[in-house]
């Protein structure tokens, strides 16, 4: 398979202004410190994180809607990062992001028909005469009746908002989708039907998504790859094996898993564990720890691999530990994988 | 026993371009001493609706326009909405509410109940904290209600209105002078309620602005001053909602704890049923304003369980498997209760099974009633009314 | 010692803005050809050193079109000569000295605009307050539409009426200041500005805890509801000024609105100049105050992309 | 009850068709021979109450009634002046000010607070004294000094609507910047508020060309304007608004442009209301 699309230690800073008395002063906030991977042609990367972690900020990036402090975005080969925004407008067919919230991506004081004949003016390729045939075709693949058409986003559900939405997208024929939660804020009633498309859609035009999301049960059933972030860095890249649990070697993504499974398996059973989770939420994060494991404040396998100096000294790549899985720790739980990465 | 909340007929309205339209209508139920009942339902079936619109939270017009809420405190009962028929005038159908009347007459009521008696834990705590004072001047007012209500009789509060009300109704202010011992008294509490929901530090988030804190943190504080007054009743929406997982986790634990421990009843209103389950004693299904069952958690909850209404049926499959899609979509709205018959014969699989012509010309016509299945288990829905017979 | 080198900097800024805000001013005023030549004559009247001896004698008449090298040592000394013995110049109409502006015309001026401005925002809490707690009955929605169409009655007009409609021959200090305070819509932005941020308040999130938690919600709101009070004040401040300009013209009051309009018909622009810097100090320092207030009172950080 | 609430715009109606009309008659200046005589070796300044051959009276050497007909255009004229320069700079400065950060963003933002700082009059006496008294030039910049109200009306909206995830959704789908800014945000949100602004500085227009005219700034020969009349109607001692209409000595020289005055920018700045109201109610409904 060809990467489609390449990161190459991507970094982006926020400001915090702050007043201490008289003085004001101006503190970083590093949302993402240099992150790399690749994403192959129809593949489906799922990036699952806490909130906070910059999983939103990558996708933004991605296309565009901020630009990063530094590092390269490789688009088909093609560095993206260092053309102005003018001409970058012409790579912005490729790749697309659909957001968040389904009703506020769409202009609340348009109809959906004018939502749709701007995009399809903005393609080109279609003559004024065809638009209303091309508007009926898109409707058909996300399963829309034409009577939307005249509705305002107002006036439709949430599912039918987010079917629009995608819709209008794939007028432009795009190559990569970077889905931003496309199903945390729809109803339960509504989430598998759109999954269902979703998936649909891929397989028909060999798309490419990347789906970001907290859902971590709905990322295991639907991706090929997961990549899970921990404050603006890559923990581990690994491929979710349904038949066992024991194919994550990093301390922060069995926690995270350990959580989901706690959290949405079962009705009823619980068993309370306050300690557990303490520690992620005590400590403070360091502004920037350019020597240091960033997951070491908070870290389980630190304490039972005897506070090794390495963790507070060294940071730890994102070393290559098995086909298509990455792992950033310098004592990951599987033994095999840390033999490995030291050999 | 009698029960420690009783809500009757409750009827919440919204108008939209000349029409009414119902968050909540005609509720019932109630919460015994000791239990707490879960509220479950998609977005915009009015469960978070109903408990605010009760409590005077509410901000649209013209909100509540019928029922009667009574709790049942240990020292004392107090009614609601007993006022609210001096407020409301029905003209062709619609209602006609003097908003600003009303408001003065529950803002008195709920004043002396909000945090005092009845403590509230909204969804999104980091903004329902106030960002322009720091964690403990939140908590040490908390405090100092607690000191309060012990102290004073509480104000009747069913007094009439009179013009000069707004210059008696001023509370003491929570910084009038404390001797230094009662101050640290204040701050022993302070330290103790952090503690009590598992901070590590408590003076470094005291002196904090909640903008300094993280979500969970936040959410953390606000359960630390819901309990800062002892209440009897304690209302939870969606309190984990929008958390990421480790989060969700360490925060059901917590309340967990706390449900063990303290003796409170009180309400959990969320969409997750995973975490009602395991928290709540009873449920209560909400669809579109309206409740559809009403029954103990383990009957509603548990898969295999025969008597179930429809709606509850797909939320479960849903809710597990995301195979509810397929079985038929249930959708949320808003509805104006002009049509008659059942307003989920549409969608509802029982109906669409069942052929036989005397059950669907009953759906088709008249509204559902609540038909008893087991004891303590109600089912809005006609297809259960011979089944009423098992007790 | 630390707070004193700390004030005493911040002193200098202030005093480096303003020399440099009166130099632009001074810019705008030589730029004006009208202006150079009557300053130019009060140049060779007051302080002839200044101009070189090749300046050209023609005929009786002065040539009053100095060069501008000339303007500018005028403008330094001018400077020094307020720094060392508060000496503003003198009218270039009558020769009196200009700083008696700074007595009993600035004082009333300020007066008036400072407490137009505070009258105007107290008549408009008292309106909110009505509007929030009566304001579904019908007499008091009466008053509140009859205020408005008194306030958006005009300066000129408002103030012509009392004034000459009522005969006063010296009005007490309260009636320009009612006018200033209700006139020209002031009253009715300010209730405006301020009932829509108690809504956006009353909206907030916060609002609702506080509500939830049954706490004072007086003491909760102090302090947002402060800063928007502050900031439209400031807002305000202005146009105020502005009013006071007005009705001091029509009502006849011997302030900065009279000797403005006077210099303005009389060409004494030096009078001129020293008004705008007074109303630039005037302005500025409304401002900082806002800031400091904004400052002090805002704990929240602001996210920069 | 509906034909009441339709009864509730009809005085604001009237009104504006009367000054229309007005207008309409000053640029046509029809008027009876008998009405511009006026009797010659009058004192300037006395006062004529009504008679036959004068309807309103004469005052200053002028039949009051073709003055006050007279004034309406050029009041209409002052309000049309302001409104091109106050727009145009309105708009560049809000759209300016609101871009990404950068120079021109911060050029914008500044010369905003600047100009938000003076007060208008203030400015346009100085400028006034300095470079000459021309009523045209003065409204043109009294338009410009006005704009930052419209520009930081249309920061706010932009601003605002930056954060909703629809601009980005247009901004990700590539369309261009203007159609973004122009298409998407000013006519589709902003355009509420353009015209209740409209309305606003056309009322804020009149009044200034009245002010300026009052304090003796906008005269020239031949020049008709209410604020002159009011001008005017100070410098007679003995009338009184305070006695029946009349009465020879009722002062009908200055209710006649406070009249006009108040009536037509009341009208102007309860459109303006409304419009906003709307805007209000809209926002509530999407």
């Known amino acids: 398979m060809i990467d489609i699309l390449e990161v190459r230690d991507l970094r982006k800073d926020f400001y915090l202004k702050e007043r201490v008395g008289w ?103 279609v003559r004024p005469q065809q638009f209303q045939s091309r508007i009926y075709a898109l409707l058909k693949q996300v399963h829309l009746q034409p009577s939307v058409l005249t509705q305002y986003p107002h006036q439709l559900s949430g599912g039918e908002c987010r079917r629009v939405g995608l819709a209008r997208i794939l007028a432009l024929e795009p190559e990569i989708l970077i889905l931003d939660e496309p199903v945390a804020s729809l109803d339960i009633s509504i989430k598998g039907s759109i999954i269902d498309l979703l998936l649909e859609l891929q397989k028909k035009k060999n798309l490419t998504y990347i789906w970001i999301s907290h859902d971590i049960e709905v990322i295991q059933r639907v991706s090929h790859r997961i990549l899970v972030m921990f404050a603006g860095e890559i923990v581990e890249i690994f491929t979710p094996n349904h038949e066992s649990q024991e194919h994550f070697n990093h301390p922060y993504t069995r926690v995270l898993m350990e959580a989901a499974a706690k959290v949405q398996r079962h009705l009823g059973l619980w068993t309370p564990n306050p300690e557990r989770y303490e520690r992620l939420f005590e400590s403070q994060l360091p502004a920037d720890a350019p020597n240091q494991c960033i997951y070491q404040p908070y870290c389980d396998r630190f304490i039972h691999a005897g506070s090794p100096s390495v963790c507070c000294s060294v940071k730890p790549p994102l070393r290559h530990v098995a086909d298509q899985h990455y792992v950033a720790c310098h004592f990951p739980w599987n033994e095999k994988a840390r033999v490995r990465s030291y050999a | 026993m009698k029960p420690l909340l009783e809500v009757e007929n409750l009827t919440v309205a919204i108008q939209r371009q000349n029409q009414l339209l119902y968050p909540a209508y005609r509720v019932q139920f109630e919460v015994e001493v000791g239990e707490f009942v879960g509220i479950v339902g998609e977005s915009g079936s009015g469960k978070t609706v109903t408990i605010l619109s009760l409590l005077g939270l509410e901000n649209f017009y013209p909100g509540v326009i019928g029922g009667q809420v009574r709790f049942r405190f240990r020292d004392g009962e107090v009614s609601i909405l007993d006022r609210l028929d001096d407020f409301v005038r029905f003209q062709n159908g619609m209602p006609h509410k003097n908003v600003i009347g009303w408001r003065r007459s529950i803002h008195r009521i709920s004043r002396n109940l909000l945090g005092r008696k009845v403590a509230i834990i909204l969804q999104d705590s980091q903004k329902t904290l106030n960002p322009f004072l720091k964690i403990h001047q939140h908590l040490r007012e908390m405090i100092l209600h607690n000191v309060e209500t012990a102290r004073q009789p509480q104000n009747p509060p069913g007094r009439p209105l009179s013009l000069m009300s707004f210059v008696r109704r001023q509370q003491p202010a929570f910084d009038t002078p404390v001797s230094p011992v009662a101050l640290d008294a204040v701050q022993e509490e302070a330290i103790r309620l952090l503690r009590r929901v598992q901070f590590r530090e408590p003076m470094r988030v005291m002196n904090a602005y909640p903008h300094e804190l993280s979500g969970g943190m936040c959410q953390r504080i606000s359960i630390a001053l819901a309990l800062a007054t002892r209440p009897e009743f304690l209302v939870l929406d969606e309190p984990t909602t929008g958390l990421d997982v480790t989060l969700q986790a360490s925060l059901t634990d917590l309340l967990f704890e706390i449900r063990q421990r303290e003796s409170m009843s009180g309400i959990v209103i969320s969409h997750d049923l995973p975490f009602i389950s395991r928290i709540t004693d009873r449920v209560v299904v909400m669809f579109s304003g309206e409740i559809w069952e009403i029954g103990p958690v383990k009957e509603i909850m548990h898969p295999e369980f025969p008597w179930k209404h429809p709606y509850t049926r797909f939320l479960l499959q849903s809710a597990t498997s995301h195979q509810g899609a397929r079985n038929g979509v249930f959708v949320p709205r808003l509805e104006q209760r002009k049509r008659k018959g059942c307003i989920l014969r549409a969608e509802c699989p029982l109906y669409r099974q069942v052929k036989k012509a005397a059950f669907r010309k009953k759906c088709d016509t008249r509204w559902p009633e609540f038909f008893q299945v087991y004891p303590r288990h109600h089912i809005r829905c006609w297809a259960f009314e011979n089944e009423g017979s098992v007790k | 010692m630390r707070s004193l080198l700390k004030i005493a900097v911040f002193g200098i800024q202030v005093m480096a803005l303003l020399l440099v805000i009166t130099a632009i001013e001074f810019t705008v005023f030589v730029s004006s050809p009208a202006a150079r030549q009557e300053m130019g004559k009060y140049i060779l009247k007051y302080y002839p050193e200044l101009v070189d001896g090749d300046v050209v004698m023609a005929s009786q008449e002065v040539d009053t079109r100095l060069p501008l090298m000339a303007y500018w040592r005028f403008y330094f000394l001018w400077m020094t000569n307020i720094l060392k013995d508060w000496n503003w110049g003198y009218s270039q109409f009558s020769g009196e000295p200009l700083s008696h502006l700074w007595g009993y015309p600035l004082r009333t001026t300020l007066l008036l605009a400072v407490m137009g401005l505070l009258f105007s925002t107290g008549i408009a809490l008292f309106l909110v307050f009505l509007q929030r707690n009566w304001g579904e009955s019908r007499p008091v929605r009466w008053f509140l539409q009859g205020t408005r169409f008194v306030s958006s009655i005009h300066y000129i007009i408002l103030a012509y009426f009392v004034y000459y409609g009522l005969n006063l021959k010296n009005p007490p200090l309260i009636i320009p200041v009612l006018i200033i305070a209700v006139g020209n819509g002031v009253l009715t932005d300010t209730l405006d500005l301020i009932s829509e941020d108690l809504k956006n308040i009353f909206s907030s999130r916060y609002y609702q805890g506080i509500r939830a938690r049954g706490s004072n919600v007086y003491r909760h709101l102090a302090k947002p509801f402060t800063i928007s009070l502050v900031r439209i004040m400031n807002a305000k401040f202005p146009m105020l000024l502005g009013g006071t300009f007005i009705v001091e013209y029509i009502m006849n009051i011997r302030a900065m609105g009279l000797e403005t309009i006077q210099a303005v018909l009389q060409d004494d622009h030096l009078k001129l100049l020293v008004i705008t810097f007074l109303v630039t100090i005037f302005i500025l320092s409304s401002n900082f105050f806002n800031r400091l207030v904004q400052q002090k009172l805002d704990p929240r950080p602001v996210i920069e992309i | 009850m509906r034909k009441l609430r339709r009864l509730k715009y009809l005085p604001i109606g009237a009104f504006l068709t009367v000054y229309f009309l007005l207008i309409l008659w000053g640029w046509l200046d029809i008027f009876p021979r008998q009405w511009r005589e006026v009797p010659p070796r009058t004192i300037v300044s006395q006062y004529y109450p009504p008679s036959v051959a004068h309807p309103l009276g004469i005052f200053f050497q002028k039949d009051l009634l073709i003055s006050f007909v007279k004034s309406a255009p050029s009041s209409f004229v002052a309000g049309t002046i302001t409104l091109l320069p106050f727009l145009v700079f309105g708009i560049l400065l809000g759209v300016g000010s609101s871009m990404k950060q950068g120079s021109l963003q911060q050029l914008c933002h500044r010369l905003i607070e600047i100009m938000n700082a003076f007060p208008k009059l203030v400015v346009l006496l100085i400028y006034a004294a300095l470079f000459g008294v021309n009523i045209y030039s003065l409204l043109i910049l009294f338009g410009i000094i006005s704009a930052p109200k419209l520009a930081e009306l249309i920061r706010g909206k932009i601003l605002e609507l930056k954060r909703e995830d629809f601009i980005d959704a247009t901004i990700a789908l590539g369309l261009p910047i203007r159609t973004i800014v122009f298409k998407h945000i000013l006519w589709y949100h902003g355009r509420n508020i353009v015209a209740s602004q409209i309305f606003y500085i056309f009322a804020m227009a009149v009044l200034m060309e009245a002010s300026l005219s009052y304090l003796n700034l906008g005269i020239r020969y031949g020049y008709y304007s209410w604020g002159l009349m009011l001008h005017y109607a100070t410098s007679v001692g003995h009338l009184s608004f305070f006695r029946w209409p009349w009465h020879p000595d009722f002062n009908l020289p200055a209710v006649l442009p406070s009249v006009g005055l108040i009536g037509l920018t009341y009208c102007l700045m309860y459109i303006s209301r409304l419009i906003q109201e709307r805007e209000m109610q809209m926002k509530g409904i999407l």
């Open chain 1, 23 to 125: 003085r004001k002063r101006k503190r970083v906030i590093p949302a993402l410190r240099g992150v790399s991977f690749t994403v192959r042609r129809g593949e489906i990367l799922g990036i699952v994180g806490e909130s906070g972690c910059g999983k939103t900020t990558l996708g933004k990036l991605l296309v565009r809607l901020l630009e990063p402090s530094s590092g390269d975005i490789l688009l088909k080969g093609r560095r993206v990062t260092a053309m102005p925004q003018s001409q970058f407008r012409k790579y912005r067919r490729i790749i697309q992001m659909v957001f968040q919230n389904p009703y506020a991506s769409l202009n609340p004081a348009m109809n959906i028909q004018k939502h749709f004949e701007e995009v399809i003016a903005l393609t080109g390729k």
